[in-house]
């Protein structure tokens, strides 16, 4: 095991037959490379959840489509549980190990991740039983899923870590063709909790699929061992993540209570119009963070250019969406989302400023995380869930849903201010005391 701030591998050296001009050209395309299959796996991973969000507002209509919200939600929390026990500190320190020390640890990691999604599935299907009336069995078809869900996220995570960002896109794939059958199977009977359950069963099939990638099993048995040993990471990367969705989750209920289940289906119907970008971000440490150690190990002056181009280029991109969006017509727009395009529509500017800032500051982010920096991290996150969520429910009452939304871009703006102010006092700091490199045995 390794302690905070210390990486596991050598710096890369250029060979002999290779000059300093090469070696950094031939870096450059290895960025390059496993930043395209990061992104396109991204966008992979974008077209499920659009699909399904898309799919599920049109059949159901958005009443219903506030209740889907709201289990798609609770998965959002529990998903950031598990990567920040289990994921996140797989990528932090052993991304480019070798081969044998990443398969050990994605097993572990693996094993984690399943049984995190085990407990906290049986926890949902518990209270889903429990509630009854149209909420409960949709977080029991959840608390079904949870398991699939969170393995196949997990076997991402770890082929990114490998730089092996073709199987992870292979992996989505496999995922977004067994959607297909399901979801017309989940359609014929039309309710949320068959569309939950569809959507978790085509997550299973990736996750199976994902074990012939890769030869690794999930060592459940070993997934207390691998928590402990990863505790000094996991604890404030659990703190951070959770804090964040939690945060998310406590707007969506308060904006619930306040203006209603609909407005929560408005709210997220505005967020699937920007997808690809949220999907980003919520999926940014499977590339950035080990793409980012790797830039610290072998350029530790070039961390900060990188996270800037980083979290510039996600929140450039979607202010050039959200102005697209502004241009679609009516017709266009019902076509998408069906009777949410109306409410939804109407929050497209706060929402897409809110993601714009997310952008900016995931890039400060996944530094402060290449760095292990975690306090900081942790300090950073969790002042920026407090804004969220002060933001979106003070919003709510002062202006409805309308006013959640321009409460949220506020926040997002606060936060990512931080997020780089954090940024910069760490990199300060490790330039003046630079942490030795260990070889991993």
């Known amino acids: 095991m390794t302690t905070e701030g210390v990486r596991t ?20 395309r290895g960025v390059v490379g496993r930043l395209s299959w990061g992104l396109g796996d991204q966008a992979v991973s974008s077209l499920i959840n659009f699909a399904v969000g898309i799919y599920v507002a049109r059949e159901l209509g958005v009443t219903a489509f506030g209740v889907f919200s709201l289990a798609w939600l609770t998965y959002g929390v529990v998903l950031n549980v598990s990567r920040g026990l289990a994921t996140d500190p797989l990528v932090v320190r052993f991304s480019g190990v070798p081969e044998a020390a990443w398969r050990a640890a994605a097993a572990r990691s693996s094993g984690a991740a399943l049984a995190v999604g085990a ?37 991402r995570f770890a082929f990114f870590a490998a730089g092996a960002g073709r199987k992870a896109f292979t992996n989505d794939l496999v995922q977004g063709v067994a959607l297909v059958p399901a979801m017309a199977v989940a359609a014929r009977v039309g309710t949320v909790a068959a569309f939950l359950l569809a959507w ?25 061992g691998w928590l402990r040993e990863q505790r000094d990471l996991g604890s404030r990367y659990l703190v951070e993540n959770v804090s964040l969705s939690g945060a998310s989750q406590l707007r969506a209920y308060g904006l619930g209570a306040i203006a209603g289940v609909g407005a929560v289906g408005a709210v997220r119907g505005a967020e699937l119009l920007l997808g690809p970008f949220l999907a980003l971000l919520m999926g940014l440490s499977l590339v950035t963070v080990a ?11 070039r961390l900060g250019r990188f996270c800037l181009l980083l979290g510039g280029g996600q929140a450039g991109a979607a202010l050039l969406w959200g102005s697209a969006l502004l241009l679609m017509p009516d017709r266009a727009g019902e076509l998408v989302l069906g009777d949410v395009w109306h409410s939804a529509s109407r929050l497209i500017v706060p929402a897409t400023l809110g993601v714009a800032g997310a952008g900016l500051g995931s890039g400060a982010a996944a530094g402060l995380r290449a760095l292990a920096a975690a306090r900081r991290s942790v300090r950073c996150q969790l002042f920026a869930s407090a804004c969220y969520l002060a933001g979106g429910i003070g919003g709510a009452a002062a202006a ?15 936060g990512s201010a931080v997020w780089w102010l954090q940024l910069r006092t760490a990199l300060r700091e490790h330039h003046r005391n630079p942490i030795p490199e260990v070889r991993t045995t």
């Open 291 to 301: 793409e980012a150690a790797r830039v610290l190990r072998q350029a530790p002056q």
């Open 400 to 414: 409805g849903t309308v006013g959640s939304a321009w409460g949220v871009a506020t926040a997002t703006a606060c």
């Open 200 to 224: 978790g069963a085509a997550a299973a099939a990736a996750a199976g699929y994902g074990f012939l990638q890769s030869g690794i099993r999930p060592r459940v048995t070993q997934a207390r």
């Open 9 to 28: 591998t050598t710096p890369a050296t250029a060979t002999p037959a290779e000059g300093p001009g090469e070696t950094r050209r031939t870096g450059k």
């Open 119 to 155: 407990f906290l599935g049986a926890v949902c299907l518990l209270v889903g039983l429990g509630l009854g009336g149209d909420v409960g069995p949709a977080f029991a078809s959840l608390g079904v899923a949870l398991p699939a869900l969170l393995l196949q996220d997990s076997r």
